[in-house]
């Protein structure tokens, strides 16, 4: 890590400085963690990321169109169309409520279309299968096998963090007439795999070094399988496209690769690039 510094303030009506270690809610960046805590069981036999998804939730189970597949929520060419998941989660009870809710939509499902189809809920999906096949709730599975491997002591699912005087936490705020009001960052599982994560500069860097570089804590898992482009995400005029591997977002960038993920909350936004 050569650099990393945190600028302006943390909070609305105070002179708190944002650091480097400030904590942000960064939205789908967290879907590169969800991806990775995926291919961890994949790795260890405990699921096979070409199975359909409802063979361990029950998911899509009557989508038209062949068995959606793990692989197919991972990297956002299952056809099921986007969705805004974030904005609507507070209306939706738990995750029967869930299921009704993607009982509505499948019937919308693309099975004539094999570019990527942004789908936040595809990823809650996979968090709730990573509970399932481990018996853990998602934010322990994750902490255990990714953030203690990488020493990423301070990142968290537990929005709660933000109500503590002490914590260095960035104050969830929207704006209004021209200034900002501070805001609540409610707790919803459904929210923990495409967005839920709450993380600092240094330990993103931290988690990007090790997809960087393969790091063998992380139970062998070739980080590779996640940076290898599988669908087009988005597809410019000048001929180049952006794709989709497991959680990140891959195009050219002059004669390297870019590999990132944005996120927004609506609160605070921060993105991931290698």
């Not at 361990?56 to 956002?76: K, M, N, R, T, W």
């Not at 994750?142 to 914590?167: C, H, K, N, P, Q």
């Not at 393969?214 to 290898?228: E, Y």
Request: glycine content about 8%; proline content about 5%.
């Amino acid at each position: 890590m050569i650099v990393r510094r945190g600028f302006g303030q943390r909070s609305v009506d105070t002179e708190k400085p944002a650091t480097a270690d400030t904590l942000y809610a960064v939205g789908s960046v967290a879907k590169s963690v969800t991806a990775l805590a995926t291919l961890v069981l994949d790795e260890r036999n405990q699921l096979d990321i070409e199975d359909a998804v409802s063979e361990y939730v029950p998911y899509f189970e009557d989508a038209p169109g062949d068995p959606i597949s793990i692989h197919q929520l991972l990297s956002h060419t299952s056809g099921m169309p986007r969705d805004d998941l974030p904005f609507i989660a507070t209306e939706i009870d738990g995750w029967d409520d869930f299921r009704t809710f993607l009982d509505g939509t499948i019937d919308r499902r693309r099975t004539d279309y094999h570019q990527c189809i942004y789908y936040n809920s595809g990823y809650a999906v996979l968090a709730r299968l990573v509970e399932v096949v481990t018996g853990m709730d998602f934010p322990s599975f994750v902490e255990r096998t990714i953030f203690d491997s990488l020493g990423m002591s301070r990142s968290t699912y537990d929005s709660s963090v933000i109500e503590e005087e002490s914590a260095d936490v960035m104050t969830p705020y929207f704006s209004e007439n021209d200034g900002f009001t501070e805001a609540t960052l409610a707790e919803n599982p459904l929210l923990h795999g495409p967005g839920g994560l709450l993380s600092s500069v240094t330990e993103l860097a931290t988690f990007l070094q090790a997809h960087m570089g393969d790091n063998p804590s992380l139970n062998s898992v070739p980080l590779k399988r996640l940076r290898t482009p599988i669908g087009t995400l988005k597809r410019f005029i000048d001929g180049t496209e952006r794709a989709y591997g497991y959680g990140w977002e891959i195009e050219p960038f002059d004669s390297d690769t870019l590999i990132s993920h944005g996120g927004g909350t609506g609160r605070s936004h921060r993105p991931l690039h290698s």
